[in-house]
Every structure is written in structure tokens, then in C-alpha cells.
């Protein structure tokens, strides 16, 4: 196996810090330290490439019981926002790219989503079950303004009146509100806003190229104006890091007019732990050894746990009082009302030009 070196330094606008090699490539790089440090070293700019990808399907499905949803639909892969902490990033290693900064400049997209979409609804044996959008990377990140691959797919789900869900961090969901707004005046719809923190320097670090926090705000504030079911995620809660501000978030967020609430704590899967502890190294040295010390409090002594019941919320007395603290601050925001399920009976086909209308109905 050969290996190159690679060293940490500063990209501008992204949030890994470098590029290291897939699990499965052949060739790996790492990083060292040449005795340069960030002022002495020159910002470099990254280029975002954008490519099409053919797909057979659009719906995956899983069988977690941990995430809340068995049908989604993903309209891109890789993520522009380049948040530090994404949990899909490993996933870019299946591509033969870094889920380093790979993830984050080198995206694909799915132009035919909408097609792909509207051909499995419409197949006779096709039984509604709600749909979320974006369980994987941002539906709405940058390139979706140009691309318009999200907006493609919910027009299909409301010609058909299916169900769905969606989960964001970027004000670009509100262009779609002529969607949204009919739909859940007919309890179609629900939307997820995601805010890790209220500190603009932290989410700059952090969610470089995604909305700002008072963005996310105002986006919960119009969804809800609109009529749109809204909840936010505080996600991912970091011990020592953005945990202090649990309750303030949720404040805010019920101020906006959030109706519901949610936490995930930071999970570090495959690659991801790496390239979070150089992200903190050079963002927050000051703070990297106490967050690791408990991030591996709440994971059994490991930076990850991945069984099913433990990697969203962690174990120990650190994660419970974490789940604790939010129980009672969703009650304190009159967050902690059940949202009632989503319709499923209004599904229906559409006719297609040219069918015969059934004059004396069905």
C-alpha cells in the first residue's frame, strides 16, 4: 500500500480540514504536522463540481428502529453546507472519494428523481407509507437553487398526495412554501429545521456554508405563519462544546412558533472521528481534549457506538442527563405535544393525459 502525506491546513469555506483516503482505496494519504502553522499558511480555495448520477430508484428504504422512518429519498449525495460533524460523509468512501473535503466539493445529484419517483408511486402494488426527505445529506444545500431536484420531487408527491417529511438547515426551503402550505392544510406535510447553536462564530466553524442561525429561525418562523407543522432538531448535541445552549435553542425555536422539538447527540462513525478531532485542533484547541473526554463518556469509553438504541442518544450519566435536561425544556417551550400522524388515505394516482374518465365514478 503506498501512502502520501497531506497536510492540516486551512480551505476556505469548508469544514473538513483534509482529505484523507476512503476505507476502501488502495492508496492512502495522512496528515502531519511540517511545522507551519495556519498563519504561515496560505487559505486555499476549493472548487465545487457538481455530477449526475444515474439512478434505478429513488426510494431506500431501511429497517432502523433508531431513525424514525423506512421510506426516504436522498436528491443528492455529498453535501456543499460541508458540516464537520455529518454522519453521511463515510458514505462518500463508497464513491472511491474522500469523506473529507471530497464530501463537501465533489457532490452528485439525481436529475432524474422526479421521474423515477412519479414511476414508483404510480406501480399497482405501491402502498403510501410517509416519506422523509433528506435523511442523509441536505435536500435544500446551494447547488438545489440551480438544480431544483428537491422541488421536482415534492411537486410529484403533490399530484399524488402523498404524505412526507423534510429535514434542513437552509432558508431555501421557504422558496417551496407554494407547495408546502397546500399540502399541510391537508396534513401532508411536516418540516424539521435543524439549529446546533445560536453562536454565529460556532456555526460558521462548524456548518460553514449552511444557513446562519437566525436564518434558521426565520425559516421556522415563515413555515409555521404558512400553516407548515414545524419541529427542530438539536442536532447534534456536543458535550463541551454546544450542549450549553440546549435550552436556549429550544426557546427561540418555540418563540419562532416550532411545534415540536428533537435531539440526536453527536455521533463520530468510520472517518468521521478522525476528521472532527482535527476540526477541533485547529477551531478549538482549547476545548478538543474535555469534548472527546466526553464524547467517549457517552459512548462506553469509544468515540463511537453504533448498536441500535445507543447511537442516537449515547449511554452513562453524562446522556441521560442530556435526555433529561431536554425532556424538561420541552416541557418549559410547550414542546412536548405529540404531532398527529400524517394522512395516508388521500394518496390517489393521477390520471394521465389521455385516460378515460370514469363518468359514473368508482
Not at 456536543?238 to 440526536?264: K, Q, T
Amino acid at each position: 500500500m503506498s501512502t502520501f502525506t497531506q497536510q492540516i491546513t486551512t480551505v476556505r469555506g469548508r469544514g473538513a480540514r483534509t482529505n484523507a483516503t476512503g476505507r476502501y482505496e488502495s492508496a492512502t494519504r495522512e496528515a502531519f504536522d511540517d511545522g507551519w502553522t495556519p498563519d504561515d499558511v496560505e487559505p486555499v480555495k476549493l472548487t465545487t463540481t457538481v455530477t449526475a448520477e444515474k439512478a434505478k430508484v429513488i426510494i431506500t428504504r431501511n429497517d432502523s428502529p433508531d431513525v424514525g422512518f423506512a421510506a426516504s429519498i436522498n436528491p443528492y449525495r455529498g453535501c456543499e453546507h460541508g458540516c464537520i460533524y455529518c454522519y453521511a460523509r463515510p458514505a462518500h468512501a463508497y464513491m472511491g472519494l474522500s469523506p473529507g473535503l471530497d464530501f463537501e466539493s465533489k457532490l452528485f445529484f439525481k436529475p432524474d428523481a422526479a421521474r423515477l419517483l412519479e414511476h414508483e408511486l404510480a406501480r399497482p402494488a405501491y402502498a403510501p407509507e410517509v416519506i422523509h426527505i433528506g435523511g442523509n445529506t441536505d435536500p435544500y444545500q446551494p447547488q438545489e437553487r440551480r438544480l431544483r431536484v428537491t422541488r421536482g420531487v415534492i411537486e410529484v408527491l403533490s399530484r399524488f398526495n402523498h404524505p412526507f417529511s423534510v429535514i434542513s438547515k437552509s432558508g431555501l426551503i421557504l422558496r417551496d412554501l407554494d407547495l408546502l402550505a397546500p399540502m399541510a392544510a391537508r396534513n401532508l406535510v411536516r418540516v424539521a429545521i435543524s439549529i446546533t447553536t445560536l453562536d454565529r462564530k460556532l456555526a460558521r466553524s462548524m456548518e460553514p456554508r449552511a444557513a446562519t442561525p437566525e436564518k434558521r429561525l426565520d425559516a421556522v418562523k415563515r413555515l409555521t405563519d404558512a400553516g407548515v407543522p414545524t419541529v427542530v432538531m438539536f442536532a447534534p448535541c456536543i458535550p463541551g462544546l454546544n450542549d450549553h445552549e440546549m435550552e436556549a435553542v429550544l426557546e427561540r425555536a418555540a418563540a419562532a412558533g416550532a411545534s415540536g422539538a428533537g435531539y440526536v447527540a453527536l455521533r463520530l462513525p468510520l472517518e468521521i472521528a478522525d476528521l472532527f478531532q482535527e476540526w477541533l485542533a485547529t477551531d478549538h484547541p482549547d476545548r478538543a481534549s474535555r469534548v472527546m473526554s466526553l464524547v467517549r463518556q457517552m459512548r462506553g469509553g469509544k468515540t463511537y457506538d453504533a448498536q441500535w438504541g445507543k447511537r442516537m442518544k449515547g449511554e452513562g450519566p453524562i446522556a441521560a442527563l442530556t435526555a433529561r435536561r431536554f425532556a424538561v425544556a420541552k416541557v418549559r417551550y410547550g414542546l412536548a405535544a405529540k404531532l398527529p400522524p400524517l394522512d395516508l388515505g388521500q394518496f390517489q394516482v393521477p390520471p394521465k393525459p389521455g385516460d378515460q374518465i370514469d363518468l359514473f365514478g368508482s
